[in-house]
């Protein structure tokens, strides 16, 4: 999947989050909705401008993000 075709980081969008191209919709934002419990259909519901293949780029972008990273588990 090519990211870049769906996903945009500009400074002059959303303080320069990633966002879906074309909106204000952040990747953050449908990375919450999906933990939250949301399905695909209800987030294409409630943005009709987006597509399932952007919502795919969210979370390829957000897996790629995390390449590399170390991640320690925290106790609670």
Known sequence: MDIAKHIEVNLKI?????????????VEAILEKLSAGETLENILEAHPHITKEDIQAALAFAAQSLKGENIYPVAV
């Open 14 to 26: 959303m303080m320069g989050k990633p966002v879906i191209k074309g909106t204000r919709i952040t």
